[in-house]
């Protein structure tokens, strides 16, 4: 059923109405997303800074990631903590100064996104060695042919 809703959601369109309530809602999101899309093409076409420049403050952010994961969480939560308490006009006025960034200095975004991606690295990289750890081991069968009665 819901890949009939889906199709029948493609083919009808979605509504202005459905965009704004979208946007309402997930405000930071959305000004992220135009931020991350204009700072690749801002840094792709070599408006004001090359793509070499993101490539380096993408690599430092994720390396500090992995390195220094806990002050470096500690910062981003409290950044992104600082944004979600803030009113939505507020919230406005903090992704319009992403998207100034993202047009003039587009390394800046990428370096605060290698920082997420060397988080995250750490934490998954991490999660997968407890998981590993906390497996059962395997039951050792007997080799003899006595094993059932």
């Known amino acids: ?10 083919k009808d369109g979605v509504s202005v109405q459905e965009m704004e309530d979208f946007a309402r809602k997930y405000t930071t999101e959305v000004f992220t997303v135009l931020a991350l899309v204009i700072a690749a ?21 994720t390396l500090l990631g992995i390195f220094f994961p ?11 903590s600082f944004t979600f308490k803030q009113e939505k006009m507020t919230q406005v006025v903090i992704g319009v ?12 975004l990428f370096g605060i996104v290698g920082l997420l991606a060397g988080t995250s690295y750490h934490y998954y990289t991490r999660h997968a060695q407890i998981i ?18």
């Open 97 to 108: 100064v992403k998207i100034i960034i993202a047009i003039f200095i587009p390394f800046v």
């Open 1 to 10: 059923m819901a890949k009939n809703k889906l199709v029948d959601k493609i």
């Open 41 to 61: 093409i801002s840094s792709m076409f070599d408006y004001f800074t090359g793509p070499k420049l993101t490539i380096i403050f993408l690599t430092i952010g």
């Open 132 to 149: 590993e750890e906390n497996k059962p081991s395997r039951p050792h069968h007997r080799s003899s042919g006595d094993e059932h009665d």
């Open 70 to 80: 806990a002050p470096v969480e500690k910062g981003l939560k409290q950044l992104y």
